[in-house]
């Protein structure tokens, strides 16, 4: 099971939730009721907002969860909406640029074309193995 799968697997489903399900918090009695809110994340250079999404706060202190049917569904809205346009602003440290300018002009390579080899080899490396 990935770490995703995991945190996913940590949420009440919307059946338990409906049913009543007693408020996370040992110390608390309370119950989780349903109510609605948009959400906002940036996604690659885009702002992505869902509007109406479910969420079930607990009347008594406050505390609030996400049923996992709604965290997937929200994950496959902002996958839809994201638009990756392949350009974007990346921010180095001086010393980084130099090397990276330095290795670009020593492979005959724009500085452009070196990064998007750089990444490209290095996501080959990770590939499998450490997906985050
Ligand atoms: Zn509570």
């Not at 996370?24 to 809110?37: L, M």
């Not at 509007?51 to 049917?69: D, I, Q, R, V």
């Not at 670009?104 to 985050?132: F, M, P």
């Amino acid at each position: 099971m990935s770490k995703e799968e995991q945190r996913l697997f940590s949420h009440p489903s919307e059946a338990e939730l409906e049913a009543g399900l007693a408020c996370d918090d040992a110390e608390c009695s309370g119950e989780y009721v349903k109510k609605t809110r948009d959400i906002t994340m940036k996604r690659g250079s885009r702002t992505v907002t869902i509007h109406g999404s479910e969420y079930w706060e607990c009347e008594s202190c406050g505390s609030f969860t996400t049923a996992k049917e709604e965290i997937q569904r929200i994950q496959e809205k902002a996958r839809s909406q994201t638009n990756y346009t392949g350009r974007l602003t990346l921010r180095l440290t001086p010393e980084l640029h130099r090397q990276l300018v330095e290795e670009a002009q020593a492979n005959h390579r724009s500085l452009n074309n070196e990064l998007a080899y750089r990444l490209q080899q290095s996501l080959e490396a990770t590939n499998g193995k450490k997906r985050i």
